[in-house]
């Protein structure tokens, strides 16, 4: 039986930098009874990959859409690139965009419309030499005609990337964007998305399941279970010094015993 | 407002019309369809009545107009409708896209399908029946006028209903028209109604018109403070409207509903 994580008892906050895309502070959801998200303050810094892991039902999808402004927090602020997203909507989001299994692209619209629609949607200048770059870099060259609704979830990911690209966001939330992709195709949008945020200077909150992907990508992971951060660090250096041999071992542990939070010292809560 | 959002979801329906061609469907053929019906009923009618009535321009006019409201509402709930079935909501409202904007983009949408199928019943009646609207003259403008407020503030008002209650709602939003109809009296004056029918029906601004329409129509003198009172009614009731869809909005961002909004979701 190993012995219980020692995890963080308080709410874990990073201070806010110049180069943060995103913050998050004393973020709270809750319906009638049920609380999905308790006390979450994180930051993502420009050229920073952050993963945001956890069992399901821990809080994340509900973290996201608040992010993006399509759920209200009960409490907190949320700040993308320092402007603040219940106060200034359709500010903020200009300087962010999405990409998640769930919200698939109109289906009745080929691959250029709706890269059209969306760009247009966002207010894109220069909206047509954008599409051309965005259909060369993500390979849809021979699809931009194809309504998306009849592509592979390979191709129908590549064309949510290049809609979540559109605006160039400061920040950029992927939510299991290889979800539904074989390992050769999740490794090329794996191997897009690190030079992405290389190139374009954004952040990225990255959920996933796959524990080899996020030790691949993730500069830094932060531990949802029960609607709280737990944990956060470098997935690389985590599973070390919390005494387990991997990240998905350290996953497994936090699913199961979300609950056994003992009190420690403010090194240990960073990994 | 920024123009290029708005664009971006007249666009879109007009891409589907391009894709679709079932989707212009509404457009011409309901409308051929009633225009024909009511065209031979009423030469019919003119034919057993002799000379002492013409029912064309009191049955096929009037149809027309109602055809046109209803092609302003549905104009407006359809290509609301397209981002239900799609389930765009996540990647619409995540944007910087504001209700205005996207409520303005539903609007330009309906007016341009709706102009085209309101040409398109005009072209035919004119032809084939002879419907003549020439003895109004410029009186046509404020009926179309009253008709369109209206038909946009029921159109927004239905979709906010679906945006609360969930994609089944659709089908209460297809009677609305038919419901609203034996009120506002279409097909004959509202004097016909008993006094709680017509309490009702001077509620809803069609009801302003369509007096107004049978009184030029028959040459008998109509008030326009009536029709100015129906126009004050159509705009309050369009506004009242925009409040509701902005207020429901607001509801579902609450209450989760916009995240969760998917066929699933049925409330």
Same mark, same amino acid.
């Given at each position: 039986?190993? %012995?219980?994580?020692?995890?963080?008892?308080?709410?874990?906050?990073?201070?806010?930098?110049?180069?943060?895309?995103?913050?998050?502070?004393?973020?709270?959801?809750?319906?009638?009874?049920v609380?999905?998200?308790?006390?979450?303050?994180?930051?993502?810094? *420009? !050229?920073?990959i952050?993963?945001?892991?956890?069992?399901?039902?821990?809080?994340?999808?509900?973290?996201?859409?608040?992010?993006?402004?399509?759920?209200?927090?009960?409490?907190?602020?949320?700040a993308?690139?320092?402007?603040?997203?219940?106060? *200034?909507?359709?500010?903020?989001?200009?300087?962010? !965009?999405?990409?998640?299994?769930?919200?698939?692209?109109?289906? !009745?619209?080929?691959?250029?419309?709706?890269?059209?629609?969306?760009?247009?949607?966002?207010?894109?200048?220069?909206?047509?030499?954008?599409?051309?770059?965005?259909?060369?870099?993500?390979?849809?060259?021979?699809? *931009?005609?194809?309504?998306?609704?009849?592509l592979?979830?390979?191709?129908?990911?590549?064309? %949510?990337?290049?809609?979540?690209?559109?605006?160039?966001?400061?920040?950029?939330?992927?939510?299991?964007?290889?979800?539904?992709?074989?390992?050769?195709?999740?490794?090329?949008?794996?191997?897009? =998305?690190?030079?992405?945020?290389?190139?374009?200077?954004?952040?990225?909150?990255?959920?996933?399941?796959?524990m080899?992907?996020?030790?691949?990508?993730?500069? *830094?992971?932060?531990?949802?279970s029960?609607?709280? =951060?737990?944990?956060?660090?470098?997935?690389?250096?985590?599973?070390?010094?919390?005494?387990?041999?991997?990240?998905?071992?350290?996953f =497994?542990?936090?699913?199961?015993?979300?609950?056994?939070?003992?009190?420690?010292?403010p090194?240990?809560?960073?990994? | 407002?920024r123009?290029r959002?708005?664009?971006?979801? $007249?666009?879109?329906?007009?891409? /589907?019309?391009?894709?679709?061609?079932?989707?212009?469907?509404p457009?011409?053929?309901?409308?051929?369809?009633?225009?024909v019906?009511?065209?031979?009923?009423?030469?019919?009618?003119?034919?057993i009545?002799?000379?002492? /009535?013409?029912?064309?321009?009191?049955?096929?006019?009037?149809?027309?107009?109602?055809?046109?409201?209803?092609?302003?509402?549905?104009? $407006?709930?359809?290509?609301?409708?397209?981002?239900?079935?799609s389930?765009?909501?996540?990647?619409?409202?995540? +944007?910087? &896209?504001?209700? +205005?904007e996207?409520?303005?983009?539903?609007?330009?949408?309906?007016? &341009?399908?709706?102009?085209i199928g309101?040409?398109?019943?005009?072209?035919?009646?004119?032809?084939?029946?002879?419907?003549?609207?020439?003895?109004?003259?410029?009186m046509?403008?404020?009926?179309?006028? $009253?008709?369109? /407020?209206?038909?946009?503030?029921?159109?927004?008002?239905?979709?906010?209903?679906?945006?609360?209650?969930?994609?089944?709602?659709?089908?209460?939003?297809?009677?609305?028209?038919?419901?609203?109809?034996?009120?506002?009296?279409?097909?004959?004056?509202?004097?016909?109604?008993?006094?709680?029918?017509?309490?009702v029906?001077?509620?809803?601004?069609?009801?302003?018109?369509?007096e107004?329409?049978?009184?030029?129509?028959?040459?008998?003198?109509?008030?326009?403070?009536?029709?100015? +009172?129906?126009?004050?009614?159509?705009?309050?009731?369009?506004? /009242?409207?925009?409040?509701?869809?902005?207020? $429901?909005f607001?509801?579902?961002?609450?209450?989760?509903?916009?995240?969760?909004?998917?066929?699933?979701?049925?409330?």
């Amino acid at each position: 039986m190993p %012995a219980a994580l020692h995890l963080s008892p308080e709410p874990i906050t990073s201070p806010a930098q110049p180069d943060t895309v995103l913050g998050v502070t004393g973020l709270c959801k809750s319906y009638a009874q049920v609380t999905a998200v308790e006390h979450v303050s994180f930051n993502v810094q *420009r !050229n920073e990959i952050v993963g945001l892991l956890g069992p399901n039902g821990a809080g994340k999808t509900t973290t996201i859409n608040m992010i993006l402004g399509v759920l209200a927090p009960t409490r907190g602020a949320i700040a993308i690139g320092g402007i603040d997203v219940a106060k *200034r909507r359709s500010q903020a989001l200009a300087r962010t !965009n999405f990409a998640a299994v769930y919200a698939t692209l109109p289906g !009745n619209l080929t691959v250029e419309q709706n890269l059209r629609f969306f760009g247009l949607i966002y207010g894109i200048t220069k909206l047509a030499s954008r599409i051309e770059t965005l259909i060369a870099q993500f390979d849809l060259v021979h699809l *931009r005609h194809t309504r998306c609704g009849v592509l592979s979830s390979g191709e129908q990911t590549r064309v %949510a990337l290049a809609k979540a690209l559109l605006n160039r966001p400061e920040l950029l939330l992927l939510d299991e964007p290889t979800a539904s992709l074989d390992p050769a195709a999740a490794q090329t949008v794996r191997k897009q =998305i690190r030079e992405l945020a290389k190139q374009e200077s954004c952040g990225i909150l990255w959920t996933s399941h796959n524990m080899y992907e996020v030790e691949e990508v993730c500069d *830094r992971v932060l531990f949802v279970s029960h609607g709280r =951060i737990l944990l956060e660090g470098d997935p690389r250096a985590l599973p070390a010094a919390h005494g387990v041999h991997s990240l998905e071992e350290l996953f =497994i542990r936090l699913a199961r015993e979300p609950l056994h939070v003992g009190s420690v010292s403010p090194e240990e809560r960073s990994g | 407002m920024r123009l290029r959002p708005v664009a971006g979801i $007249v666009l879109r329906q007009l891409y /589907l019309f391009r894709s679709s061609p079932v989707r212009l469907l509404p457009t011409f053929a309901w409308v051929t369809i009633d225009i024909v019906i009511w065209g031979f009923l009423s030469r019919y009618l003119n034919n057993i009545a002799g000379n002492h /009535l013409n029912f064309v321009p009191n049955l096929l006019g009037v149809v027309l107009f109602w055809d046109f409201f209803t092609r302003i509402m549905q104009g $407006v709930t359809t290509s609301f409708f397209e981002d239900v079935w799609s389930r765009n909501f996540l990647n619409l409202f995540a +944007s910087p &896209l504001s209700i +205005s904007e996207y409520v303005t983009g539903l609007v330009l949408t309906s007016v &341009l399908t709706s102009l085209i199928g309101l040409m398109a019943m005009l072209i035919l009646a004119t032809l084939v029946f002879g419907l003549s609207f020439a003895s109004m003259g410029l009186m046509l403008i404020p009926f179309v006028l $009253v008709l369109f /407020l209206f038909g946009i503030a029921l159109g927004i008002t239905a979709s906010a209903m679906v945006l609360r209650l969930g994609p089944a709602s659709e089908w209460l939003v297809w009677p609305m028209p038919a419901l609203i109809s034996p009120f506002v009296g279409v097909y004959y004056p509202i004097s016909t109604l008993p006094p709680w029918m017509r309490a009702v029906g001077h509620l809803f601004p069609p009801s302003y018109v369509f007096e107004g329409l049978r009184a030029l129509m028959n040459g008998e003198v109509f008030s326009a403070t009536t029709l100015l +009172s129906g126009a004050a009614l159509a705009l309050a009731q369009l506004v /009242l409207a925009g409040y509701l869809f902005a207020r $429901v909005f607001r509801y579902t961002v609450k209450t989760g509903l916009l995240a969760r909004y998917s066929a699933e979701s049925v409330g």
